[in-house]
């Protein structure tokens, strides 16, 4: 469902694959069906747990941002299935660039909430490490991640077709980059440039679109005329796209182009439709550009609560194990909260140190300068005292 249409808009025959329906009940679909056929009920609780988790998260993230705990929140409410869907399938020796609303694809990949937090409380430019969980750093800057990713990805496939080369081919599976990024991101210039060279050098990554209708307030209809998935055609591959609120049609896609990816096949698009239910950020206010209508009808598609209708109705999952999940949820978001109030910033004079790997003149001179100033400053306990006098007088 798109928000708006534009006067102009191209119509597409590009099918709209799915598996779950708006009701939670399967639909058939001749592509994609046969890779979700053997999830598991229990593979589907933990996928609802990592959405409902990753939700519980958000909600603590804007409530920490509302008194004053972080400098800025991004909320990824109703993107839970189009991130923990694409994430899952990967491998951990795949790489993955995301833009900054990923936390559902953070949360999954093994950061620790509390770590998410650490970028938004202003203390770190970073937060977890990347090594570590094969997962870029956030970057702000829309679309930088994206001719990064096709680097990346480049690099992999040469190293390995040299140590192929070299009679000595590594024993794991061909990894495969992910580049996370939105429908606004999209009409940036790297992107194109992303495209040409991932299809020209057979690289493989996976452009992972989620099309929330969304860029703060221009609607998709203003950045597209056409499915975003359709561009993928004029770079020479394949472009999917899939209702993003289903989690197993964004499983099952993401399993078909990682297949691709992995036989040396070149990039696949992957466009999921979904919606970002929320603000753009906890700077922004929705109800100045857009209908409540809209937010309406596109809350009857809530990811969880399909994914909920889908556990109770073909699986028989009781209350119960929704009620515990929600209270496991709330035990994670009270741990997190705790552990970012525990966090001190760190000492401003610091962050000199961090310009370069080694000293250098000029830096020392702007923290002696720094300190200096500083110095000017009565100590803060007299600051204190003097504020006690202030509000009583
Ligand atoms: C290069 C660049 N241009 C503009 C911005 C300002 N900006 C921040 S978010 C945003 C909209 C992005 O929309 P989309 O790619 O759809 O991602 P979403 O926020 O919907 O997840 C814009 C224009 C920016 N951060 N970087
Ligand atoms: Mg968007």
Do not use: C
């Amino acid at each position: 469902m798109a928000s708006r249409t534009h006067a102009g808009a191209v119509p597409s025959t590009l099918p709209r694959h799915q598996i779950l329906d708006e009701q939670g009940a399967i639909a058939d679909d001749a592509l994609l069906s046969p890779y979700v056929a053997d999830v598991t009920v229990e593979q589907l609780q933990h996928l609802y747990r990592s959405m409902t988790g990753a939700r519980r998260v958000d909600e603590e993230g804007t409530s920490l941002q509302r008194q004053g705990q972080l400098v800025l929140w991004v909320p990824l409410r109703g993107q839970e299935a189009a991130q923990v869907g694409s994430v899952w399938p990967t491998l951990p020796t795949d790489r993955i660039f995301p833009s900054y609303r990923e936390h559902a694809v953070a949360l999954e990949r093994g950061v620790a909430p509390s770590d998410l937090m650490r970028l938004f409380r202003g203390i770190t430019a970073g937060g977890w490490d990347p090594e570590k969980h094969n997962l870029n750093l956030y970057t702000m800057v829309l679309a930088s991640q994206v001719p990064h990713a096709v680097g990346y990805a480049m690099g992999t496939a040469l190293d390995r077709k040299a140590a192929q080369d070299a009679g000595t081919p590594p024993e794991t599976a061909p990894e495969a980059v992910i580049a996370y990024f939105g429908d606004g991101a999209s009409t940036e210039g790297e992107i194109h440039e992303s495209m040409v060279f991932a299809a020209s050098y057979d690289t493989p990554v996976l452009f992972f679109i989620q099309n929330n209708q969304w860029a703060i307030s221009v609607p998709f209809a203003t950045q597209s005329r056409v499915p975003l998935a359709t561009r993928a055609a004029g770079y020479g591959f394949e472009g999917l796209r899939v209702d993003g609120n289903d989690i197993l049609g964004v499983v099952a896609a993401t399993r078909y182009a990682l297949e691709k990816i992995r036989a040396g096949e070149g990039p696949v698009l992957i466009e999921a439709e979904t919606y970002r239910m929320g603000a753009h950020t906890t700077a922004d206010d929705p109800t100045k550009y857009r209908e409540r209508d809209e937010e309406e009808q596109w809350g009857h598609l809530d990811p969880v609560d399909r994914l909920r209708a889908h556990l109770r109705d073909a699986h028989g999952v009781e209350d119960e194990f929704f009620e515990t999940v929600a209270r496991e949820n709330d035990e994670i978001a009270q741990r997190m909260r705790a552990d970012v109030l525990a966090m001190t910033p760190p000492r401003f004079e610091d962050s000199f140190a961090k310009a370069y790997a080694e000293q250098h003149s000029l830096v020392d001179a702007e923290r002696a300068e720094y300190l200096d100033y500083q110095a000017g400053f009565a100590p803060q306990d007299e600051m204190d005292d003097h504020d006690t006098r202030g509000a009583g007088a």
